[in-house]
């Protein structure tokens, strides 16, 4: 298309690529070259526009700004706009490269060659499309960061001379999802969970803490394969629960990532395992035609390779200068929207979020936050994590059915994958990080303290083998602390009669508290 070709740029409006906007006001920034270079992209969780009123609001997925907000049309006004008062979308700016060419940007540059959203852009330019412009490099302007770290999370970075720019950008182009700033993060930050989840074991005796932390592992491996929807054999649980338990110890690469497939899935007979050679979707099939009913679609088994590569190279190095659950939200969810394998996505996904978290040392030795267990209970929310960015993804992916009821991507998607807003998603699992710490990982070392209690108190009536004292307070526990007839009847005959109000006392006393 000609770098010439005049693009029209929107007046007023009530509705936007069927987004409704709360009042009549013009779009602006990646909104306004979204629609003037009708850019084939997800549309960003957040919109601006420019409305008549003198006052910002927040409201529907649009931000309207006041009237002396209002950018004059065109390319260099409106990416300013966008990078002043939007942050970075990588993937709107990728495709809008692609098609503006080189010309139109190093006019831009020109005009201005030492304004620091013109040097931005120029960098952003070349690090996105691998081509360079033809421009000397800057020789004046002070260093200023491609990424405003008052508005998104981003690395110390490295200073790049030609452009006079701070590349503190959290990835490479081959995978750099972006997380905005927001209060809640900001607050759970500040929380200090880890410091948290030290304080929280700091009393437990070790050899608690050992029990505890075997629970939490059996518990997070057993809620993984739940989220899922599968019913697995109880050694299978184990084998995955031990691999949750070394997570972070063996250095992140493709072989890996095989190595965990493997176990996750275990009997590989009828699953094709490594990275898909088909397409790949989630969600239904038509009960008639075969015809696949998607809710989310990964990406092209061409794309593959470079994705995995760019989520090792972000775990190599980024991963460590981020705040530990931003990142492990970053590369978690990076990798199940790509959804490289044909089964066990899900699973090595959640993986991922322990071995973020390990590496940095954020949980306490030796223990695993039981993430899965707390996704569970937050289920809806987590789906809806999923579905937000997968509703708004799906428009912008051209496909087609196979024979076999599978996809065919007939577009280029890929920076659909490499580059998305993780702002939702990092907020989700800090909010279940929290939750571990501060419930599930006290708790459960409550309960075994109370339930050694319990079997000290019990031997001190009648001597049991640990499987009896076990079998007798799970029969307490689902009788609401009385011991049924059946069990009086059966397993337990041998109590007397003196010795079963005696210990359903026991049960009472110790764990009157918990309930």
Known sequence: MSTKTKRRFSGPVTVFHDRRL?????????????????????????????????????EAGWRILTPRHAPPPGLDAHLTFALKYEGLDLAVLKRLFSIVGSSEVEALV?????????????????????????????????????????????????????????????????FCPLVFRTG???????????????????????????????????????????????????????RWGRAIGEAGRRPLDLDELLRLQRIVIGDARFVQLGLRRDGGFVGQHDRDSGMPLPDHIGARPDDLPFLIDGMIAF?????????????????????VYAHPFADGNGRLHRYLIHR??????FNPPGV???VSAAILERIDDYRHVLEDYARR????????????????????TGDFYRFFDATPHAEFLYACVRKTIEEDLPNEAAFLRRYDRFRA???????????????????????????????????????????????????????????
Not at 191 to 203: H, T
Not at 393 to 412: K, Q, Y
């Open 315 to 335: 775990d190599q190095r980024p991963a460590q200068e981020l705040d530990a659950v931003i990142a492990a939200a970053v590369l978690a969810f990076g990798f």
């Open 393 to 412: 993804l799906l428009p912008a992916i051209d496909w087609e059915s196979t024979t076999v009821g599978n996809v065919n991507v007939l577009n280029d």
């Open 368 to 370: 695993v936050f039981p």
């Open 22 to 58: 709360p009042e009549r006001a013009t779009p602006a920034g990646y909104a306004a070259l979204i629609d003037a270079y009708e850019l084939a992209v997800p549309l960003p969780r957040m919109l601006s526009a420019t409305g008549e009123r003198h006052r910002v609001t927040n």
């Open 457 to 515: 108190d019990v031997e001190a009536i009648v001597d049991m083998p640990d499987r009896t004292i076990d079998l007798l307070f799970r029969f307490l526990h689902r009788n609401h602390g009385r011991l049924s007839k059946r069990a009086r009847m059966g397993e337990f005959a041998e109590l007397t009669e003196a010795e079963v109000p005696q210990i359903e006392r026991i049960y009472e006393d110790v764990f009157r508290a918990a309930r």
């Open 184 to 238: 809640t993060l900001d607050e759970f930050v500040a929380m200090d969970l880890s410091k948290r989840a030290r304080a929280a074991v700091a009393d437990v005796p070790r050899d608690l803490l050992a029990r505890t932390a075997a629970f939490l592992l059996l518990k997070d491996s057993k809620s993984s394969y739940a989220i899922e929807g599968e019913t697995v054999p109880h050694d299978r649980i184990q």
């Open 110 to 174: 020109r005009a201005r060659p030492t304004g620091r959203y013109a040097r931005r852009i120029w960098f952003l330019y070349e690090w996105l499309t691998g081509r360079r412009l033809d421009l000397p490099d800057a020789g004046a302007g002070t260093y200023v960061p491609v990424v405003d770290p008052d508005q998104q999370w981003a690395t110390a970075g490295d200073n790049v001379r030609r452009h006079r720019v701070r590349n503190n950008l959290p990835g490479t182009p081959a």
């Open 356 to 361: 973020v978290l390990a590496k940095r040392g």
